[in-house]
């Protein structure tokens, strides 16, 4: 809600496109990412639609405001932000974001692995991964990124982990509309 803040993302985004010649500037929320409590955004979380789209609306907001105003002035750049954390389902009054915007989706295959039904669960998500996904297809011109973190586990430890039917799975589903896939 920030107008400061607005106005220091364009100028940055901006900078990052005259100056580096960047194709594409992220604006993603880093992660603990805190919902802000002044006056202009109380009121704009979502606890309605649970922990996965808590602050979707109030994010996605930002991203296409930020974008739009980027598409006026560098329509060959692209605006970058994954559905992550409490922003993972998509926003509620967003059908179609402005055409430089790329979405990716964190934990798209990775987290609720090997055992599906008691992950969404855990993880706050009351349907599967490849319903969230299909959810976002349709809203941004460009096919959607996925970005893995195969060696967190369900078990909280941060050991290497490997589950091969669950990733062929995963990308067979997606094989016709990722533009890819970052594995951490």
Same mark, same amino acid.
């Given at each position: 809600?920030?107008? /400061?803040?607005?106005? =220091?993302?364009?100028?940055?985004? !901006?900078?990052?496109?005259?100056?580096?010649?960047?194709?594409?500037?992220?604006?993603?929320?880093? +992660?603990?990412?805190?919902?802000?409590?002044?006056?202009?955004?109380?009121?704009?979380?979502?606890?309605?639609? /649970?922990?996965? /789209?808590? *602050?979707?609306?109030?994010?996605?907001?930002?991203?296409? !405001?930020?974008?739009?105003?980027?598409?006026?002035?560098?329509? +060959?750049?692209?605006?970058?932000?994954?559905?992550?954390?409490?922003?993972?389902?998509?926003?509620?009054?967003?059908?179609?974001?402005?055409?430089?915007?790329?979405? /990716?989706?964190?934990?798209?295959?990775?987290?609720?692995?090997? +055992?599906?039904?008691?992950?969404?669960?855990?993880?706050?998500?009351?349907?599967?991964?490849?319903?969230?996904?299909?959810?976002?297809?349709?809203?941004?011109?460009?096919?959607?990124?996925?970005?893995?973190? *195969?060696?967190?586990?369900?078990?909280?430890?941060?050991?290497?982990?490997?589950?091969?039917?669950?990733?062929?799975?995963?990308?067979? =589903?997606? =094989?016709?509309?990722?533009?890819?896939?970052?594995?951490?």
């Amino acid at each position: 809600s920030s107008e /400061g803040l607005f106005e =220091a993302t364009l100028r940055f985004a !901006r900078a990052l496109f005259d100056v580096y010649d960047a194709r594409v500037v992220s604006v993603m929320p880093e +992660d603990g990412f805190r919902f802000c409590q002044c006056d202009l955004c109380r009121g704009k979380d979502r606890p309605e639609r /649970g922990r996965k /789209g808590l *602050y979707s609306d109030y994010v996605w907001e930002f991203v296409e !405001r930020v974008a739009r105003e980027l598409h006026r002035t560098h329509p +060959d750049r692209t605006v970058f932000c994954s559905s992550y954390g409490t922003y993972t389902l998509p926003p509620t009054h967003i059908e179609r974001f402005s055409p430089n915007v790329r979405i /990716g989706i964190v934990h798209g295959r990775g987290w609720y692995f090997p +055992d599906p039904p008691i992950q969404y669960i855990l993880r706050g998500l009351d349907r599967s991964v490849m319903d969230v996904r299909r959810d976002w297809q349709g809203r941004t011109a460009f096919p959607l990124f996925n970005w893995e973190h *195969y060696p967190f586990t369900h078990l909280g430890t941060f050991e290497p982990v490997y589950f091969l039917h669950a990733i062929d799975a995963g990308i067979k =589903a997606q =094989a016709d509309g990722a533009l890819g896939e970052f594995l951490e």
